[in-house]
């Protein structure tokens, strides 16, 4: 079973910059749906962007023009490069991979970034 290991998480001032890595234990496949979500505290877990095969990428509306999600196919890692940095954007980040044909639904343990106003 594959497992995924985010990275990357710190304290940031607002408006500054992180780069949160998920590293799994094999390729990401072309048919893998890669996603970001992040739990603020106190609330559920949201979806921040997903990487679907075929499609382009989709942001939540909170994130969009800020968070970019980057990975690769036959790659390991997937990135969320994240500018502009706001206090609401404190919170644990999760990787997720999901592919329905392979059964495979597998989370990351987070990472924790909080943001300084």
């Known amino acids: 079973q594959v497992q995924l290991v985010e990275s990357g998480g710190a304290l940031a001032q607002a408006g500054g910059s992180l780069t949160l890595s998920c590293t799994a234990t094999?390729?990401?496949?072309?048919?893998?749906?890669l996603s970001w979500y992040r739990r603020p505290p106190g609330k559920e877990r949201e979806l921040v962007a997903v990487?679907?095969?075929?499609?382009?990428?989709t942001y939540a509306d909170s994130v969009k023009g800020r968070f970019l999600l980057s990975r690769e196919n036959g790659e390991k890692i997937m990135y969320l490069r994240m500018n502009n940095l706001k206090p609401e954007d404190t919170g644990v980040y999760y990787c997720?991979?999901?592919?329905?044909?392979?059964?495979?639904?597998?989370w990351g343990q987070g990472t924790q970034v909080t943001v300084s106003s």
């Open positions: 997720n991979l999901r592919n329905s044909l392979m059964g495979v639904d597998v």
């Open positions: 990487s679907s095969p075929g499609a382009t990428t």
């Open positions: 094999h390729n990401f496949y072309g048919d893998d749906h």
